[in-house]
């Protein structure tokens, strides 16, 4: 896949057919630092993900981002969850460097990281974001 699906309308998100498995994992805005928020089996290829939840009011930005490592920004790079809300399916901020999307798989299984990150005034809204990943095998 060399990229995410495209947005079918304001309101009809693509969505994988079978058969496709899905992951639900959440984060918190108290969470800063990245963490292994979910495990996919070593054979897993993301195809997709969505986030879910209510806008942050941080005073300047908020982003949630995803990876393979504690950098966890290597498959949603600060995807924006200040100004939008509701179901959020990343397309600027997602990567077309896919993890197993190559001939060879990574060995082992798949650990997820994610974070949320916010700048100007300190949000006491939003959230708490549940990120689904969808997978193939």
């Known amino acids: 896949f060399a990229s ?8 009809a998100y693509w969505m ?10 959440q984060v918190l805005r108290t969470d800063t630092t990245a963490s292994v928020k979910c ?16 806008a942050s009011d941080a005073g300047t930005s908020a982003s949630i981002s995803v990876g393979t490592t504690s950098t966890a920004d ?16 990343p397309t ?16 082992g299984d798949l650990s997820l990281y994610a974070k949320y990150t916010e700048a100007g005034t300190a949000s006491t809204a939003g959230g708490p974001y549940k990120i689904v990943v969808y997978y193939v095998r």
């Open 4 to 11: 995410a699906p495209p947005l079918v309308s304001a309101t």
């Open 16 to 25: 994988p057919t079978p058969p496709c498995f899905a992951l639900l994992s």
């Open 39 to 54: 495990v996919l089996p070593a054979d897993a290829s993301i195809i997709g993900m969505e986030i879910f939840g209510a």
């Open 74 to 89: 290597e498959i949603i790079s600060a995807q924006d969850v200040k100004t939008a809300g509701g179901c959020i399916r």
């Open 92 to 107: 600027t901020s997602w990567s077309t460097n896919y993890p197993n999307t190559e001939p060879r798989p990574l060995a």
